[in-house]
């Protein structure tokens, strides 16, 4: 952006436009223009629609799985491993930090003003961000691309000890991250039958696993 003390707002570029809404909207513009269109808005796009926002491992794992965007990211090379690089989406949390709250290990918008222009720029991402977030969050992304991406899993329920049920509290708990952001995407991605499969999960933990993880 060319704001200085000197220049009028009708000379700034981009142009400044009176009220809050319309200055946080050129911010957007302006940190899209500066780290690539393509990545920025699909990173704050996954960022405004997750339930309790995304973690920086979790918004590289989905943004790895999006085609668009590591094809601009890597336009002027070929990585040797076709995941998105930490420094990138870092690079735009330094830029915002003044905007973004860090929940534990997940980063969100700082007041609901951001999150609501956000809401309203990003709009026309809402399915495709969804989609995103609705397989990896609900664990069904494709085995080789979660090997070849390296690809995080999202298992229903941690544990140490692998086939360990859901009812098993000594050594085991759910996955809340799974539990919180799983099927609003889905339903938002209007994926029917992998919604219905992560609402009962009865192939993975029996029916009454489902009804646990929506107490969360």
Known sequence: ATWHSRTQPKEALPA????????LDAL???TERRFGREFTSTALAAMTFAVNGLSATEMEDVLSMDESVLDTVFQYHTPTVRRL?????????RQLDD????????TRWYHRQ???CAEKRYAVLKPRVSKLMGI?????????????????DQPYVLSDQPGTKFFDVDVSQLN?????????HLVNAEMWDETAAEATQD?????LAGIACRAY
């Open 16 to 23: 400044v436009v009176p009220g809050v809404q319309p200055m």
């Open 28 to 30: 957007l513009v302006h």
């Open 85 to 93: 690089p930490s420094h990138v989406w870092a690079r735009v949390q």
């Open 99 to 106: 905007l973004l709250v860090d929940q534990g290990h997940t």
């Open 114 to 116: 951001l999150w609501e």
């Open 136 to 152: 990896y969050f609900a664990n069904i992304v494709d085995p080789a691309l979660r090997k070849e991406r390296h690809i995080a």
């Open 176 to 184: 809340r991250r799974r539990c919180a952001e799983s099927l609003r």
């Open 203 to 207: 192939k993975e933990q029996g029916p």
